[in-house]
């Protein structure tokens, strides 16, 4: 090989980013394995770039001893090759491991111990020039699939916008990343979205995994990592560290809850989220194709924070339990089908948000079952009732009244009648 030649193989190194010598030795090892098919090669051979830039081929002879300890470590390195892609298949492999094609490693023999001698071929020049311009090609292939694939692995998380290339097949949407081509899955696609060929579209990178043909990113829509990225794109507050989003809580294609904080004086991180006339927010719902969003202004108290986390219904009171996170959450009799939402959506997503297990419960329900705690069998020494009346008034709250003594009921008239009721019944 010239060294014209060779000054353009390193110059298309530089060009595509590729390591020095890195097409060098992949020629070096195409030749030899070139070398071994001609007729009385050597067993043990390398070849070498000479100071002309003309690639030469030495035979290698190694002490018998040595011989036969490097290739046992061969062959066990080749056994331990196999048993790891026979673990990883699941099958059996019926490879049959061959001496002669072993490669041994004599690189840790003193080089007086090895002897070598020049065996180049006389039309090895011709078969360098043929080879050559296979191995680069290939090499270029691969070390540009390899770049790529480290470009797109340290982009995993990231929100990247793309082109529909093929949607006719729900299962496979194919979409055009520019240098790759990315595939949106139907476990990432979200309910109710249709995905038109050629249509721009935003989604988040999830995997990034090593093929033949190159990397094969996976992307996905329900992430909600594309609700955070989205409000970083339209809020500048977010984009600038004046606003976090603390939170995010999301049930794909129907409704989602994000928890917003104010890291500077004077700006509403609610108010910078949804934009003027509500432009901000709502250039994100249309992006996710009509999802409903609500924005929660973030608070470290659990119970203002699991209050505000159900919105838009109202909550009047507010109990947690910080050991085990649990909050119960009482809210007006009219509000409770909006606290919990169509199918418990509501509930859910403000659980999701807000890290803690949460139960509703109307004003009568809790008034009832604090009425059932406060004298459903509880006695003091002398066998006499304690607690609060267990009238529950009109507007379904307790009697605030104590019960008089051997009674359940307080010396209103009309709750008189209730034990003189109860008296019967007991009767």
Not at 22 to 41: I, M, N, S
Not at 196 to 221: C, D, N
Not at 385 to 411: E, I, M, Q, Y
Request: glycine share 8%.
């Amino acid at each position: 090989m010239s060294q014209e030649i060779l000054e353009a193989v390193r110059e298309i190194e530089r060009e595509k980013g590729i390591e020095s010598g890195t097409l060098v030795a992949a020629l070096e090892d195409a030749l030899l394995a070139a070398y071994k098919k001609t007729p009385g090669a050597t067993r043990h051979a390398m070849v070498e770039l000479d100071e002309e830039g003309d690639f030469r081929v030495f035979s290698i002879e190694l002490p018998g001893d040595i011989e036969e300890r490097l290739l046992d470590e061969a062959r066990e390195r080749a056994y331990t090759d196999l048993e790891a892609i026979e673990a990883e298949t699941g099958e059996k492999s019926h490879t049959l491991v061959v001496d002669e094609e072993l490669d041994i490693d004599w690189s840790e023999v003193a080089e007086e111990q090895i002897r070598r001698a020049d065996v180049t071929p006389d039309n090895f020049g011709r078969i360098a020039a043929q080879t050559a311009k296979q191995v680069i090609l290939q090499r270029i292939r691969e070390a540009e699939r390899a770049m790529m694939y480290d470009e797109y692995v340290d982009r995993v998380g990231e929100v990247v916008t793309g082109i529909i290339q093929q949607a006719g097949d729900r299962n496979n949407v194919l979409v055009d990343l520019g240098k790759v081509e990315a595939l949106l899955p139907r476990s990432e696609q979200v309910d109710g979205e249709r995905y038109e060929q050629g249509s721009r579209i935003k989604a988040v990178i999830t995997e990034v995994r090593s093929g033949t043909k190159g990397p094969q990113v996976i992307l996905s829509r329900r992430d909600p990592e594309l609700i955070k990225t989205l409000f970083e794109l339209e809020v500048p507050e977010i984009a600038d560290g004046l606003v976090e989003i603390r939170a995010v809580a999301r049930e794909p294609g129907y409704r989602s809850k994000i928890a917003v904080e104010s890291h500077a004086a004077g700006v509403d991180p609610v108010g910078a989220c949804v934009g003027p006339r509500g432009s901000r927010v709502r250039m994100v719902v249309s992006e996710l194709r009509g999802e409903k969003i609500d924005i929660i202004p973030w608070n470290p108290e659990p119970a203002r924070f699991v209050a505000k986390a159900l919105s838009p219904a109202r909550v009047r009171e507010v109990f947690v339990d910080d050991e085990t996170k649990e909050a119960t959450v009482i809210v007006p009799d009219d509000q409770l089908a909006l606290a919990i939402g169509k199918e418990g959506l509501n509930a859910r997503l403000a659980a999701r948000l807000s890290g803690w297990k949460i139960d509703i419960k109307s004003d009568t329900e809790f008034a009832r079952e604090e009425s059932d705690a406060a004298y459903g069998g509880g006695t003091d020494e002398d066998g006499d009732f304690t607690g609060r009346c267990g009238a529950v008034l009109s507007n379904g709250k307790r009697c605030p009244n104590g019960a008089l003594p051997d009674s359940h009921f307080c010396g209103v008239p009309a709750h008189r009648e209730l034990a003189g009721q109860e008296g019967e019944s007991a009767a």
